[in-house]
């Protein structure tokens, strides 16, 4: 299982690459769709519990748009979406296109058309790569990864020289001293990080993507 996995990555990756677009990994939990799209809303997946709540709220509200596609109790279907360790689908992006809207547009098999979900003729797209184990990454364009850590550095000399009043000679000699000793290190610059010090969703409305 994990070596067809692991071959199924690649060969995304690959394509992806082929036309201009890049796959950063969310955690392999339930939650991985609420990340994705937390992320692509508001620069960060720490608000993937609020959006989990919210899908559940608008669904409950609107329940005529969606109780057709459950089978059994819908009120009982939301109830398991509520619990964090239940995984979501495309009844939930149905929702999150109507609720933020979405063009959802979501890679599934290297080489082939992404299939696209809009309940409605919506603009801005969040881009989604979906594996055959139902694990939602997201998809960036490839200058993603240059520019996130160009202005990850912006932010960070900011913090340290405007806010903690730390000297700029000092910061830039503990920069070369990281240089030098931790090369390796040099690829994990935060891409994987929930909270990269952006607004909250209270303070702002969901950021334009795609």
Known sequence: MQKAL??????????????????????RDASCLFRAVSEQLYFSQRYHHKIRRDTVTFMRANRCNFEPFVE?????????????????????????????????????????????IAEGDFAEKILLCCSNNGHYDIVYPRSFPAAAALCQ?????????????????????????????????????????????????????PRSVG
């Open 6 to 27: 692991k071959r199924y990555f690649n060969s995304m990756d690959e394509y992806l690459a082929g036309i201009g677009l890049y796959r950063k990994m969310t955690a």
């Open 72 to 116: 059994g109790s819908f009120e009982k279907y939301l109830e398991r979406l509520e619990d964090p360790t239940e995984t979501a689908g495309q009844v939930e992006i149905k929702a999150l296109s109507l609720l933020y809207r979405r063009t959802f547009v979501i890679y599934r098999y290297p080489g082939k058309q992404p299939t696209e």
């Open 153 to 205: 550095a912006l932010v960070y000399e900011l913090l340290y020289c405007r806010v903690m009043g730390v000297e700029e000679g000092e910061l830039h000699g503990a920069l070369e001293s990281f240089r030098c000793g931790g090369r390796r290190c040099r690829n994990s610059v935060s891409m994987c990080s929930e909270d990269a010090g952006y607004d909250t969703p209270d303070d702002r409305s």
